[in-house]
């Protein structure tokens, strides 16, 4: 049943066309689609067919389940309630304040996800930085976010919550959604890449998210300069170091000037004409380049896509991380790569996090309530 529902997620099917895909006998989906039909996940409706005919369409009912979503951030934390589609119903944020406490932490989010709650919660999806144990829900050591070291996020947020917690690598949990709703549908094997105030990856290779030995993807800790600064993580010249955005905005203060606060910020200017504005955006585009065009060489991947501040007026950094790495990358003669920017979304963190919940769900793993 739950491929079923995974497939009429993706798009309308009718019936035969279910059939066809699963190899099931018409007979088995039509008592598997009267279930659902009758349990309230699925509907039906009849739409004109390519002949002009009427033919009859199953689609997802997508508030017949609903997950928690936890964006867990260095400057704050955004909660929220989403459906089986990852449409935002209600949402909660709040502030990380100075000198605040694990403790402190932890009840300010349940008493916000206490506020959320609803029977037809399936489960809970939360998306901090990593890495991330996420069988266990052990946060490692995220740099800059001492504050969550070594804490059991699940054990701390679970208490006599039912329904279950997954805790998730954020940019990981960026990758799960881009795969069932933003540019990575269609695609096997891509790359998402948060650029914010530190820098994420998560893959998603063959079809299905890649974890290597349970650590992939810290792009971040990539080094493009082995005499350069040390890094929190111990190595040295580190892309999150010279890419993050406050570290960049740190290295060309000098010229770019007080006043300019954000990525936003500098993106305006640059688009303005200001110079010392278009040389830093010009360095983002080409440290970003260097170390996606070594992940590239090594896993000749079909797309990268950019999210997290980047994903702002994004096309003069587009255009020129698209042509660096096209000046680099081995395959450029054989295929080409695509290099985008995901679509803004504001509660874009919070909303991967569900996503993390909703496809586990998807997968087996969480109870169905009861309607």
């Not at 990358?329 to 993390?356: L, N």
Request: aromatic share 6%.
């Amino acid at each position: 049943m739950l491929e079923i529902i995974r497939m009429v997620q993706k798009e309308p099917l009718t019936r035969a066309e279910i059939a066809r895909r699963t190899g099931l006998t018409r007979a088995a989906v039509t008592i598997i689609a009267d279930r659902l039909t009758g349990d309230g996940v699925l509907q039906e409706n009849s739409v004109s067919g390519k002949s002009g005919t009427l033919v009859r369409q199953l689609t997802v009912c997508p508030q017949r389940f609903l997950f928690l979503g936890l964006d867990l951030r260095r400057d704050g934390y955004t909660a929220g309630l989403t459906d089986l589609g990852g449409e935002t119903l209600d949402s909660r944020a709040a502030p990380l304040d100075p000198g605040q406490s694990f403790e402190q932490l932890i009840e300010s989010v349940k008493s916000d996800l206490n506020r959320l709650a609803h029977p037809l919660v399936t489960g809970v999806g939360v998306g901090v930085p990593g890495p991330v144990e996420p069988e266990t829900g052990r946060v490692l050591s995220p740099p800059n976010f001492s504050l969550i070291w070594h804490r059991d996020l699940r054990k701390a947020l679970q208490n006599d919550r039912t329904s279950p917690i997954w805790i998730e690598n954020n940019a990981l949990a960026r990758a799960v959604y881009e795969k069932y709703a933003g540019l990575g549908r269609s695609l096997c094997a891509f790359m998402v890449v948060i650029v914010d105030r530190g820098i994420g990856s998560g893959l998603y290779l063959g079809g299905q998210l890649y974890r290597g030995a349970g650590y992939a993807g810290e792009l971040g800790h990539l080094s493009i300069d082995r005499q350069g600064p040390l890094c929190g993580c111990g190595s040295r010249g580190c892309l999150e170091n010279y890419a993050a955005v406050p570290m960049l905005l740190d290295r060309f203060r000098t010229q770019i000037g007080a006043n300019v606060n954000s990525w936003a910020d500098l993106v305006d200017k640059a688009q303005s004409g200001d110079p010392g504005c278009l040389n830093a955006l010009r360095s983002e585009a080409d440290f970003l380049a260097q170390g996606l065009v070594s992940v590239l060489n090594l896993l000749d991947l079909e797309a990268v896509i950019l999210t997290g501040d980047l994903t702002y007026r994004p096309d003069l950094l587009l255009d020129r991380v698209r042509s660096c790495v096209q000046l680099s990358r081995m395959a450029r003669q054989a295929h080409d790569v695509k290099i985008e920017a995901a679509r803004p979304r504001p509660d874009a963190g919070m909303a991967s996090a569900a996503m993390v919940a909703i496809d586990r769900f998807l997968h087996g793993q969480a109870a169905w309530p009861s309607a």
